[in-house]
């Protein structure tokens, strides 16, 4: 077993499992996940009974996507009882790429045994059964307490196999409350769906879950309508690749919410393991990947979806969306510019491209790209987004009267979204401008939604700037404590005690504003700090 040295100065072999582990170990608190998997496959390699060095190895392996680590780590934990719930379908897509159908069919009972991800169970058992050669569609018992969470994926397994056994009839309904249920990832639903009918003669019903106005589906289109490629995208689903898709859909569904917990990228690491040809496993992990701050292996997750395939269009969109994270913008932007500039190009390439050159500072030319994601809707049909990042664009590239216009429009067709009364309202407070009306639409605003910091820091500060400094000064502090971090929000806070008389109040708030401040705010904050409030000094 791996253990530490007994003396404080006692020296460590830079080729021992234990020099690895610590290497691992620094690499992890580093945000270096490449030195890191190196260095722990080679510490299990030194020392593969350490528990330790076994589950860091795990979530590494998984997480970079070492299948070969990953199942060498989850046998050390399973040894001692501690493997990882994800380990268990680890070992089942193990299982089913060496067609180990009674080994799968165990895993799965140990599974639903151990309460992990039980409410799967009757999809994946119809996936071995596929593999067997003797299938049995899912049975969901409708008593167990897991059954409605169960159903939620049952149609699209129903219609995959149904279009496996040439069934049309039973599929097209299928597919239809399938895709109705999608809210993330439908996409890679619709393409596969696509494939699957148009290679058993439905080229009619694979075509209209693609609609012609949509450039993601313009390559599968075309390929439809000429009979081309449906021999490998119409290829009857596998076992593994049927239980790549459920893993692929939960990765989706429990990341749906902005989290970037590990657990969804491993679910669809290990979908990717079962199905190592498929692209939609590979989309949404390199999602995931990027949300989750891994976005040197997002890049690569994405370069892996064939740009000119079926589902290009979609792992190039991760592709940019990889590069930011990973900084490297100019490349991001290039990309993002040509997919925005195809025939057909969807609102949210336009979106995409728009809120990179918002980052880049480039507002005018991020102006036109919301602008350009407008084109397709009529008047009153425009999304209310859209036109909030059009006016945000214009206002922050000082093109205050078109941005004004534009977030007036915004405020008619939503006039009860929060976002837009305090943008609307906001900027009209920092310039002085309509303070009665810009005040009105920030009450309105925090009435709305009270436990948004920013909209009740709008409020607060926008009492302030009129006068009403009693009214301000709790609403300020109740905006602090819902964001304790925020440099702006703590700034005003700080004015607001400073003209309430709390000076000493408002140098702590103004301390806590510069923990996270930086460049003139960090120095007007230390100005302040230091001599007190003055004209100069105001919060901008």
Do not use: C
Request: proline content about 4%; hydrophobic content about 50%.
């Amino acid at each position: 077993m791996l253990v530490l040295p007994a003396a404080a100065g006692a020296s460590v072999d830079p080729g021992s499992a234990l020099h690895a582990y610590m290497r691992g170990r620094l690499a992890d608190d580093d945000g270096a996940p490449g030195l890191a998997l190196t260095s722990y496959r080679q510490a299990l390699a030194g020392d593969p009974a350490s528990l330790e060095v076994a589950r860091r190895s795990y979530f590494q392996a998984v997480i970079s996507g070492d299948m070969g680590l990953a199942l060498r780590s989850a046998a050390v934990l399973e040894s001692d009882g501690i493997l990882p719930r994800d380990g268990t379908l680890l070992q089942i897509a193990d299982a089913l790429n060496r067609k180990d159908w009674a080994g799968a069919r165990l895993i799965v009972d140990r599974m639903v045994a151990e309460g992990n991800f039980a409410f799967l169970a009757p999809i994946m058992r119809s996936w071995i059964s596929v593999g067997e050669g003797r299938y049995a569609a899912p049975v969901i018992d409708p008593t167990d307490r897991f059954a409605s969470l169960a159903k939620r994926y049952l149609d699209e397994h129903l219609a995959l196999q149904a279009l496996r056994n040439g069934d049309l009839q039973t599929a097209r309904p299928s597919i239809n409350q399938a895709l109705a249920l999608r809210t993330a990832e439908a996409n890679e639903l619709r393409l596969l769906f696509a494939g699957q009918l148009a290679a058993r003669g439905a080229r009619a019903d694979a075509l209209a879950l693609l609609p012609e106005t949509h450039a993601n589906f313009a390559q599968a289109r075309e390929d439809i309508a000429r009979g081309k490629a449906l021999s490998f995208h119409g290829k009857a689903l596998t076992a593994g690749q049927g239980f790549a898709r459920l893993l692929t859909r939960l990765a989706a569904d429990i990341s749906s919410d902005g989290s970037t917990g590990s657990l969804g990228i491993r679910l669809a690491r290990i979908a990717a393991f079962a199905d190592p040809a498929g692209a939609a496993p590979r989309i949404v992990a390199a999602d995931l990947l990027s949300r989750g701050g891994y976005a040197a292996y997002a890049v690569e997750e994405a370069r892996k979806v064939p740009g000119a395939g079926w589902y290009g269009a979609l792992g190039q969109a991760e592709l940019v969306e990889a590069l930011a994270a990973a900084g490297q913008r100019p490349e991001a932007v290039t990309l993002a510019h040509a997919l925005a500039a195809v025939p057909n190009a969807e609102p949210e390439r336009h979106v995409r491209l728009g809120q990179l050159l918002m980052q880049e500072k480039d507002y005018r030319a991020a102006a036109s790209a919301f602008r350009a994601a407008q084109a397709g809707y009529s008047g009153d049909a425009v999304p209310w987004a859209l036109l909030l990042f059009e006016g945000s664009a214009l206002e922050q590239g000082a093109q205050w009267d078109q941005a004004r216009a534009v977030l007036e429009r915004a405020a008619k067709l939503a006039p009860n979204e929060p976002a837009i009364l305090n943008y609307l309202g906001y900027a009209q407070i920092e310039r002085r401008q309509n303070m009665d009306a810009a005040l009105e639409l920030l009450k309105k605003a925090s009435a709305l939604k009270p436990q948004d910091a920013s909209i009740t820091d709008s409020l607060g500060w926008a009492q302030f700037v009129t006068g009403d400094i009693d009214a301000a000064v709790p609403i300020l502090e109740r905006a602090a404590a819902g964001a304790p971090s925020d440099a702006t929000i703590n700034e005003h806070l700080g004015d607001a005690l400073w003209a309430a008389g709390r000076r000493y109040e408002a140098r702590y708030a103004w301390r806590a504003a510069a923990v996270f401040a930086e460049g003139e705010t960090a120095q007007r904050l230390a100005a302040k700090t230091r001599e007190g409030m003055k004209p100069e000094y105001a919060a901008r």
